[in-house]
């Protein structure tokens, strides 16, 4: 008879019966809004949790040039959560997600890399940047790939 080895302690391992949990970045741009659609078909088929994910800037742009700004970031998640909610709604009954909405501070690479980490990610799925800029800086989702942890989908 041999002896079985002892059961080791489960710890959480990524992808390994597929995605369980996919964030997905949306911040109302239209790149943004595809990639939360691609992020929601991939998570319908796998039967996991879609994450949205809006990253409130610490520091609204328009505040640097006295354009008062109080509460836009508040308003922009609110009307992100009722545009997912027509969207959830029109869909009912045909294709079904298990989805929640989450808003995090800060920029928007370290806001995901924070929902990412805290939601215990599978997969992030970004879209396209449409800023000139980013061919310079790099991009969020160019960041998130070079970062290594998370399989990461951009969506154009």
Do not use: C
Request: charged content about 20%; glycine content about 10%.
């Amino acid at each position: 008879m041999t002896e079985q080895p002892e059961q080791q302690r489960h710890t959480f391992e990524r992808g390994t019966d597929g995605p369980k949990v996919i964030v997905a970045g949306l911040d109302g741009s239209p790149s943004s809004l595809r990639a939360a659609a691609y992020a929601g078909g991939l998570a319908r088929r796998q039967n996991a949790l879609l994450a949205l994910v809006y990253v409130q800037p610490l520091i609204p742009s328009g505040a640097a040039l006295g354009a008062p700004v109080a509460g836009t970031t508040e308003e922009i998640a609110e009307d992100l959560i009722a545009e997912i909610r027509q969207a959830v709604a029109r869909v009912k009954g045909i294709f079904d997600v298990r989805w929640e909405f989450h808003t995090f501070r800060g920029d928007p690479y370290n806001g995901l890399v924070t929902a990412a980490d805290e939601l215990t990610a599978d997969a992030v799925v970004v879209g396209a940047s449409e800023s000139a800029g980013h061919r310079f800086v790099g991009s969020v989702a160019v960041r998130l790939v070079k970062a290594g942890r998370w399989p990461v989908t951009v969506v154009p």
